[in-house]
């Protein structure tokens, strides 16, 4: 229920909510939580610890 | 306790009710008989009883008096007021002022120094209104116009905020500036004080009704006696506190029985219908026409309770149709050679367990989609994405058409919809590829909605579940009554929200896709 919080710096928070306004979510929140749900279930289905750094590597996030 | 320079105290004040006897409140509680007291005077503190109460008389402002208005002026007077306000002098330098506003004693500081929130005005003579800025509320008010609740919060210590509400009033903005600022009641929502009992009560209140007057005598006869309010502003603050009283906002209701009751009583209605058979005699056979007598009947009990100006929308978001005859697409699909199952299996296993995902193209799940077994999204994916799909969607669709229950003679599927077209949002990709539009009387059968494809392809339905709308929306549309005229058109549900918005004033936010109903906001 509680969760965290998360700051941005004013500068992509801007970003955030011109892109979250244009594709018609209704909240800042609510277009992040999204983004976050989708690049995760990018990895999730993966078995094991080098599965998923496999998927790691090629979404980019680590070399 | 002594914690740098703040005192932190060790127990709470003590407040004491003087009122003596015993109101018949808790004389009722006493029998467990429930009361609910509002603003009675003489009821601060909150009694404790078995009911629930807001105080009224003797709730003190946040200034712990029984009501100090303030006055911020350019006019040089010596005179104090003499019933009950506070006059400020301030200074006007480019038509601005800055100043501020004396709240509370902070009794966490040595020498118990008032609390204070810095006040910003900015004049707009040319158009006739001030911009307001007191700590990290803004408004704009025009001269001579009494503003909404303002909520104050002055900081005590790191972590402790005492809250209050207010109101403004440009009285003048000539050679002269002044403004009235109306006691400072404790905030409903957190009050510094106890002024309900249970002690969270004033806190839902606030939050159902919006911010509220909590002082004693809320409406600040003192600042008429002193010239410095109107009988105009006594009497809109006084009729806005009796407003308080009432509800104000909106009341949504969901009634689930003309649901519930059509899904299971739609055999006794229809002549013929598989589920319907043996029942003429049955004891609720009328039960749809008796659900309809009895929500006409609350809607007339709630136009009833309704003021001028209350705006009442009975909507349903769909309609009914009769479902007799079951469709299974996943057996249909595996006719067509689109679905195939595993070496061995019969097809009768639940949720598309027997279905052999490297050789399968689509399939069906739930009670109205059609997936696409889609590589990079089903985790066995064999239909490429891009004009593979889409290839193959445009042949489904075609097929759909129009399908055939030859047994009844009848079309089955009115035709299968495109989601990529008739869907938009940054959702899409939760729905399914197609959306079937099945024909009234036909809807998924019980099997296939479950991942079931083994048996026929078109059954009768025979469970008392014999009523249905996942069908061709076309066919089932949902109504739309209102107490008020609306312009000559169809409403959809998606206006519903936008509408409700625009009737008290604020304009739907861009990620809605509806717009307010023409006419009626």
């Keep these: 229920m509680w969760g965290s919080r998360l700051k941005l710096d004013k500068e992509l928070l801007a970003r955030v909510k011109r892109y979250a306004d244009l594709a018609g979510y209704s909240s800042v929140e609510e277009f992040i939580t999204h983004i976050i749900e989708k690049e995760l279930a990018q990895l999730e289905g993966s078995d094991s610890e080098d599965d998923i750094k496999k998927k790691l590597k090629g979404l980019g996030y680590i070399s | ?521």
């Design chain 2, 1 to 521: 306790m002594k914690i740098g320079k703040y005192r932190i105290p060790l127990q709470k004040p003590e407040l004491r009710l003087l009122r003596r006897s015993k109101p018949f409140w808790t004389i009722l509680g006493e029998h467990r008989i429930w009361s609910t007291v509002l603003r009675v005077p003489i009821t601060f503190p909150p009694d404790r009883f078995y009911g629930a109460e807001l105080s009224a008389m003797c709730v003190p402002d946040l200034l712990g008096t029984q009501g100090t208005f303030l006055l911020f002026t350019t006019r040089p007077e010596n005179t104090a007021f003499q019933e009950g306000g506070l006059r400020v002098g301030v200074t006007v330098r480019d038509d601005r002022i800055v100043t501020s506003l004396q709240g509370p004693e902070n009794t966490l500081l040595d020498g118990n120094p008032p609390l204070t929130l810095p006040m910003r005005l900015h004049l707009d003579r040319a158009a006739g209104r001030i911009r307001a800025e007191l700590g990290d509320s803004t408004l704009t008010l025009p001269v001579g116009e009494l503003s909404g609740w303002v909520t104050l919060g002055f900081a005590a210590m790191p972590g402790v905020t005492v809250k209050g509400l207010t109101r403004l009033l440009v009285t003048e903005m000539g050679d002269h500036f002044s403004l009235y600022v109306a006691p400072i009641n404790l905030d409903p929502e957190s009050p510094a004080m106890p002024i309900s009992h249970p002690s969270y009560y004033a806190s839902y209140l606030a939050k159902k009704v919006g911010p509220f007057a909590t002082l004693g005598l809320a409406e600040d006869t003192w600042a008429l006696n002193e010239g410095v309010t109107n009988d105009a502003t006594f009497l809109q603050q006084t009729y806005d506190i009796d407003r308080e009283r009432l509800d104000t906002g909106s009341l949504v209701c969901v009634f689930d029985g003309t649901d519930r009751i059509q899904h299971m009583f739609w055999r006794d209605i229809e002549t013929g219908h598989p589920a319907g058979r043996g029942r003429d005699a049955a004891p609720h056979r009328h039960a749809i026409r008796e659900l309809y007598a009895h929500n006409d009947a609350l809607v007339g009990r709630v136009r009833a309770q309704m003021r001028d100006g209350d705006v009442l929308m009975v909507i349903s978001d769909h309609g009914f149709t009769s479902f007799r005859r079951g469709v299974n697409l996943n057996q249909w699909l595996l006719r067509e050679g689109y679905l195939t199952l595993k070496p061995g299996a019969d097809g009768h296993g639940e949720w598309l367990r027997d279905v052999d995902w490297s050789q399968t193209k689509a399939y069906v799940l739930g009670l109205t989609g059609l997936f696409l077994n889609l590589r990079g999204r089903e985790a066995q994916g064999v239909v490429g994405p891009g004009a593979d799909a889409a290839a193959l969607k445009a042949e489904l669709m075609e097929k759909l058409r129009e399908l055939r229950d030859e047994e009844k003679g009848a079309t089955g599927i009115n035709e299968a919809f495109d989601t990529a077209v008739i869907y938009t949002g940054p959702y899409m990709d939760n729905a399914p590829d197609l959306v079937i539009g099945y024909n009234a009387g036909y809807r998924v059968s019980w099997d296939c909605a479950k991942g079931t494809v083994a048996g026929p392809v078109f059954e009768d339905n025979t469970k008392a579940w014999s009523g249905d709308h996942c069908v061709d929306p076309r066919l089932v549309p949902g109504v739309f009554f209102c107490n008020r005229p609306v312009d000559p058109q169809e409403p959809a549900l998606v206006d519903i929200a936008p509408t409700a918005l625009r009737l008290f004033g604020i304009e739907p936010p861009p990620h809605m896709d509806g717009k307010p109903i023409a006419g009626l906001a």
